[in-house]
T-cell receptor, first 111, second 118 residues
Framework: QKEVEQDPGPLSVPEGAIVSLNCTYSNSAFQYFMWYRQYSRKGPELLMYTYSSGNKEDGRFTAQVDKSSKYISLFIRDSQPSDSATYLCAMSVGGNEKLTFGTGTRLTIIP | GAVVSQHPSWVICKSGTSVKIECRSLDFQATTMFWYRQFPKQSLMLMATSNEGSKATYEQGVEKDKFLINHASLTLSTLTVTSAHPEDSSFYIC??????????????FGPGTRLTVT
């Protein structure tokens, strides 16, 4: 079993829809949770960074962490074609330690 | 967001030669940098953790004598692929960790370097 599980997709939704992406993990020591967006042949871009459980909102993006269930989510509201990319969840034990990544979910927003 | 640069963005080299990739944090000091490689349609695989002024820590299965890492300053880490072979062809990405006095949280990735060994 992988430490971090993420459905690879692909996931296709119409423009304007709400997108829900999620990851589960097995290591209860993880404290820091991140979501990255990666366009083809580019480096990952940090979208959301959260510590411990709770919700965090930034514009159209909302990240949720439920440590009791070992489950994290990223919601994208009013999805746009420019949101089409691979979304990677990542987590770490310490704040500046190596990340453990999910496999990434390929998302396509259909105009 | 924080800016991390990599140079070169794309390199082709002949088998048996060495290639150096630079990673710079442009607007914050990073005590820790990380090097990853990524194969097509796969997630990132951590190769090593680079700490300023000390030896890098390599992940299991990564040859430290083949992938030389130097972190000479708080803004620069280099990865040298020595005696490159076609199987080393990949997308190499660095990241710089915030924390400490940097005022940054999380890890910020460079744009990546595509290495092709012929």
């Amino acid at each position: 079993q992988k430490e971090v599980e993420q459905d690879p997709g692909p996931l296709s939704v119409p423009e304007g829809a709400i997108v829900s992406l999620n990851c589960t993990y097995s290591n209860s020591a993880f404290q820091y949770f991140m979501w990255y967006r990666q366009y083809s042949r580019k480096g990952p871009e940090l979208l959301m960074y959260t510590y411990s459980s709770g919700n965090k909102e930034d514009g159209r993006f909302t990240a949720q962490v439920d440590k009791s269930s070992k489950y994290i989510s990223l919601f994208i509201r009013d999805s746009q074609p420019s949101d089409s990319a691979t979304y990677l969840c990542a987590m770490s034990v310490g704040g500046n330690e190596k990340l453990t990544f999910g496999t990434g979910t390929r998302l396509t927003i259909i105009p | 967001g924080a800016v991390v640069s990599q140079h070169p963005s794309w390199v082709i080299c002949k088998s048996g030669t060495s290639v150096k990739i630079e990673c710079r944090s442009l607007d914050f000091q990073a005590t820790t940098m990380f090097w990853y490689r990524q194969f097509p349609k796969q997630s990132l695989m951590l190769m090593a953790t680079s700490n300023e002024g000390s030896k890098a820590t390599y992940e299991q299965g990564v040859e430290k004598d083949k992938f030389l890492i130097n972190h000479a300053s708080l803004t620069l880490s280099t990865l040298t692929v020595t005696s490159a072979h076609p199987e080393d062809s990949s997308f190499y990405i660095c990241s710089a960790g915030g924390g400490g006095t940097s005022g940054r949280s999380g890890q910020y990735f460079g744009p990546g370097t595509r290495l092709t060994v012929t």
